[in-house]
C-alpha cells in the first residue's frame, strides 16, 4: 500500500497511482528530450512542460476526499499554451498526408515514445475519472499534450534534416 497526499491509504495497483506513476514516466521521457540536441526553445518549452506534468501528477496524488488541500492548479491558459505551440511548429512543417512511421533520430524517436506514454496515461485517468471526478482540464491537457509532442517530433525531424518515412500500408 502506499499513501496519497492528505494521508488515505490505498493498493499500489489502485488506478490513481498507476495514473500518476504514468504521467511521472511521462515526464522522465521528457527529461531524456532535453538532453539531446534540440533547439533552445523547446527544451524551454518542455521544462514547463515538466512543471505542468509535476501539477497533475500532484492533483491525481491527492486525496479526493480531502477538500482543504492546497494544490498547484492547471489553469486553460496552460492547455492554449499548447495549442499556439502546436500552430507555430505546424506553420513551418509540410503538410502531412499520410500516416509516417515513428523515428526520424534518435530526439525524435523519444518525443513518439513520450507521445505513446501521453496517451497511456490519458486513458489510464479517463478510467480515474469513470471511478472518481478529475478535473478536465487534466484530461483536456494531456490530450493536447500528445499532439504536442506528435508535432514536435515532426519539427525536430524537420530542422534535422530528417526524413519522415510514409506508411505504405500493403495490399
Given at each position: 500500500?502506499?499513501?496519497?497526499?492528505?494521508?488515505?491509504?490505498?493498493?499500489?495497483?489502485?488506478?490513481?497511482?498507476?495514473?500518476?506513476?504514468?504521467?511521472?514516466?511521462?515526464?522522465?521521457?521528457?527529461?531524456?528530450?532535453?538532453?539531446?540536441?534540440?533547439?533552445?526553445?523547446?527544451?524551454?518549452?518542455?521544462?514547463?512542460?515538466?512543471?505542468?506534468?509535476?501539477?497533475?501528477?500532484?492533483?491525481?496524488?491527492?486525496?479526493?476526499?480531502?477538500?482543504?488541500?492546497?494544490?498547484?492548479?492547471?489553469?486553460?491558459?496552460?492547455v492554449e499554451v499548447?495549442?499556439?505551440?502546436?500552430?507555430?511548429?505546424?506553420?513551418?512543417?509540410?503538410?502531412?498526408?499520410?500516416?509516417?512511421?515513428?523515428?526520424?533520430?534518435?530526439?525524435?524517436?523519444?518525443?513518439?515514445?513520450?507521445?505513446?506514454?501521453?496517451?497511456?496515461?490519458?486513458?489510464?485517468?479517463?478510467?480515474?475519472?469513470?471511478?472518481?471526478?478529475?478535473?478536465?482540464?487534466?484530461?483536456?491537457?494531456?490530450?493536447?499534450?500528445?499532439?504536442?509532442?506528435?508535432?514536435?517530433?515532426?519539427?525536430?525531424?524537420?530542422?534535422?534534416?530528417?526524413?519522415?518515412?510514409?506508411?505504405?500500408?500493403?495490399?
Amino acid at each position: 500500500m502506499t499513501s496519497l497526499l492528505g494521508g488515505s491509504r490505498v493498493w499500489k495497483s489502485n488506478v490513481r497511482i498507476d495514473a500518476y506513476g504514468t504521467v511521472d514516466e511521462l515526464n522522465s521521457y521528457l527529461g531524456l528530450l532535453r538532453n539531446h540536441q534540440i533547439d533552445v526553445g523547446h527544451k524551454k518549452f518542455l521544462i514547463t512542460i515538466q512543471e505542468r506534468l509535476f501539477t497533475i501528477g500532484a492533483s491525481l496524488a491527492a486525496d479526493p476526499t480531502k477538500d482543504n488541500l492546497v494544490k498547484p492548479d492547471l489553469t486553460i491558459k496552460d492547455v492554449e499554451v499548447l495549442e499556439n505551440q502546436i500552430d507555430q511548429m505546424d506553420a513551418r512543417l509540410p503538410e502531412l498526408k499520410n500516416f509516417i512511421l515513428p523515428g526520424g533520430n534518435p530526439a525524435s524517436s523519444i518525443c513518439h515514445i513520450a507521445r505513446c506514454v501521453c496517451r497511456r496515461a490519458e486513458r489510464i485517468i479517463v478510467q480515474l475519472n469513470a471511478q472518481e471526478a478529475v478535473d478536465p482540464l487534466i484530461i483536456q491537457y494531456m490530450n493536447r499534450l500528445s499532439d504536442h509532442l506528435f508535432t514536435l517530433s515532426r519539427d525536430i525531424s524537420n530542422s534535422s534534416g530528417s526524413e519522415e518515412i510514409v506508411w505504405k500500408p500493403r495490399g
